[in-house]
């Protein structure tokens, strides 16, 4: 599968990329909004992984607004950049961060729906999200369609 990580804290982007490629996935590593932006423009993913405290540069001085001094700057990617190209995205998305609780505080459950929430802190996070790349990975090679954008 295809996956982009969007993550900018170094320890995690290179043990997320190492426990993916070496699982067979092609993985690639954006370290701020304007590396996802650049990223998203020229390759299809199945799979996202968003870390949510980022740096806002790149966006609308709206979406500056909305990242909450960038606490939920990943989140403002998804909601106006990803999901309106594509709303299957949700299903093929991993929130993962230390930020979740702030999240749930500010937007409403609702919008959360489909979207997979994973805690940087919990036990066993990695195996978690390995567990659910491969049950989409599963999904995907079951229905033997493309399920990329295009």
């Known amino acids: 599968m295809h996956i982009l990580v969007l993550e900018d804290t170094q320890w995690a982007s290179y043990y997320m990329h190492d426990s993916l490629t070496s699982r067979g996935h092609q993985v690639y590593v954006a370290s701020s909004i304007i590396e996802a932006f650049e990223l998203w423009s020229k390759q299809v993913f199945d799979l996202l992984i968003v870390d949510l405290n980022l740096a806002a540069d790149g966006f609308s001085e709206e979406e ?78 079951h229905t033997r369609g493309d399920t990329r954008r295009g």
Do not use: C, M
């Open 64 to 141: 500056e607004d909305q990242a909450h001094d960038g606490l939920l700057t990943g989140w403002v990617w998804l909601t106006n950049h990803v999901f309106p190209s594509d709303e299957e995205y949700r299903s093929r998305t991993i929130i993962y961060s230390a930020y979740i609780d702030s999240l749930l505080d500010i937007v409403e459950k609702k919008s959360l729906d489909g979207i997979t929430l994973v805690r940087r802190g919990e036990e066993d996070e990695v195996n978690r999200i390995i567990s659910i790349i491969d049950k989409i990975a599963a999904a995907k090679t």
